[in-house]
């Protein structure tokens, strides 16, 4: 399939996205017309940045149909259209304790991006509620799905990518502790990855705080899912 076909089925919400930049290569009002065609709304201006075009879709759509189209948006092929479901997710009145509910099978989608979506749909509800957030998330860090347990750790990251800071976990990243906790030995390569990065953003700030608890899990467990993530968190802090 040359580039142009390809274009072509993305925007036609026929083929998931494989790449990043399949997905920044989406034209999301034309998207939208192909996929929603029921649903008349407005432009989004194509200078947005791509998280920013995701938010005022879904908001084009809470505006004009509710939450109606949230089951047809989060079956739908297209990734780009369930990562929507993510944010029309975040757009509803509801508790975090709902959100999060509505969002766990979207969380463990099959998709890479869906799942990103998912997280930095959420975020900021995680963010302004977070001493409940952190209590909510602490069954999502022992769920049998990899997905799920990383979701816990990337959503409540203290610095993450392509979103806002939470404030309060760079300031006291152990409020978070609990979760990170429970995963300090994971044998997924994807949850340690992230609890690595978590780290690493908190070291960012706490570079002595990160270097006492890495010693103390690895003086605690010998296992080398603990030694990786302990080595990646620590690659930007300087031997004492």
Known sequence: MNQSDKITQLNAGT???????????????????????????????????????????????????GFSEFNTLKQHLSDTIRGLACYLVSLQPISIKDKLELIYPLANDNHFGVREWAWLALRPDVANNLPESLMLLKPWVIDSNENIRRY?????????????????????????????????????KYVQLSVANWLNDAGKDHPTWVAALCKEWLRKTLSTHTEKICKRAQRNIKPT
């Open 15 to 65: 083929l998931p996205t494989s790449t990043l930049m399949d997905a920044l290569s989406i034209d999301i009002n034309l998207l939208l017309k192909n996929t929603l065609a029921s649903i008349k709304l407005e432009h989004i201006p194509k200078e947005l940045g791509i998280t920013k075009k995701m938010f005022r879709a879904a908001e084009l759509i809470h505006d004009t149909t």
């Open 152 to 188: 816990a750790s990337e959503i409540t990251r203290p610095r993450g990518v392509w979103c806002s800071h939470i404030k309060e976990l760079r300031k006291e990243p152990w409020l978070a502790l609990d979760l990170i906790q429970s995963l300090h030995s994971d044998s997924s």
